[in-house]
């Protein structure tokens, strides 16, 4: 094993673009180390992550157990800790079908990243944080990033859906059982982020928004959430766990 320097160590899923890109630059300005993932080759993407003052890139695939084991192991092997955890990656539905047209193959997809992918980096994770010594009175945080979409349907990606209430129930179960852990777990659902997820439904969340379906009145941004992530890992909130923080510029609210 070879400690780098002693820094607060973050595993950051998701971290080629949008709110996994945010969370990295916000982690890496708070002075942590950071262990990337995400499933893009990492020459492609090797001058975002370069700029960073202590970074180690991993090419995985949250859904592949054996990449799961590999972004551990390379966590543990380069700084001998693990502090945070962020489980950011994500996919939505390759094509958006009709809740009656849903295939099997699509569900496998989506569920197989989002949740089962969640499930088991977090479970790995939570095993290394268990063996760590405490840190001003805690061994480690773990942020999900949900969706309203866990709370919220939406019928031609019912996958999708599906994949972010089961992240959430992932957030109490894990909070639940870690709590005399001194881990704490808990959850962001972000809203209408400008990512590359939402691009391609730009002019559909365009005119959403400019109808009154965001209070704020814009999009959200990556920042927006990596700011939240970043409070519920930073101590802030220790008395914290279990809990759903909603990034969505107040679409959640029920007006008249």
């Known amino acids: 094993m070879t400690n780098k ?6 595993i950051i899923t998701g971290a080629a673009g949008g709110i996994g890109y945010a969370t ?15 499933i893009v080759d990492g020459d492609k993407v090797a001058d975002k992550f370069e700029c960073f003052s202590d970074c180690v890139y991993v090419k995985g695939n949250l859904a592949s157990g054996e990449d799961r084991a590999n972004l551990v192991s390379t966590a543990v092997n380069s700084y001998g ?20 047209e849903m295939t099997e193959e699509s569900y ?31 061994k480690g945080y773990i942020v999900n990033v949900s969706s309203c979409s866990a709370y919220t349907s939406s019928t031609s990606r019912g996958e ?10 992932i957030t109490k179960l894990f909070a639940d059982r870690l709590a005399s852990e001194g881990i704490t777990v808990n959850e ?14 730009k002019e559909k969340y365009d005119n959403l928004i400019a109808g009154g379906l965001v209070p704020l009145g814009r999009w959200g941004l990556p920042e927006d959430c990596a700011n939240a992530i970043y409070t519920l890992s930073s101590g802030m909130l220790g008395y914290t766990t279990g809990q759903s923080i909603i990034v969505d510029g107040g679409m959640h609210i029920q007006r008249l």
């Open 5 to 10: 320097i002693m820094k607060k160590v973050a």
């Open 81 to 100: 800790r693990i502090d945070v955890l962020v489980n950011v990656a994500g996919v939505a539905p390759r094509v958006r079908n009709d809740i009656l």
């Open 160 to 169: 999708y859906c599906i994949s972010k209430a089961g992240a959430t129930m």
């Open 108 to 138: 496998d997809f989506v569920m197989g990243i989002n949740t089962k992918g969640t499930l088991f980096l977090t479970q790995l994770v939570a095993n290394e944080m268990i063996k760590q010594e405490m840190v001003n009175g805690i």
């Open 24 to 38: 990295c630059e916000k982690f890496n300005k708070e002075g942590y180390a950071i262990v990337a993932m995400d």
């Open 188 to 201: 962001i659902c972000p809203g209408i982020i400008a990512t590359g997820m939402t691009e391609k439904v």
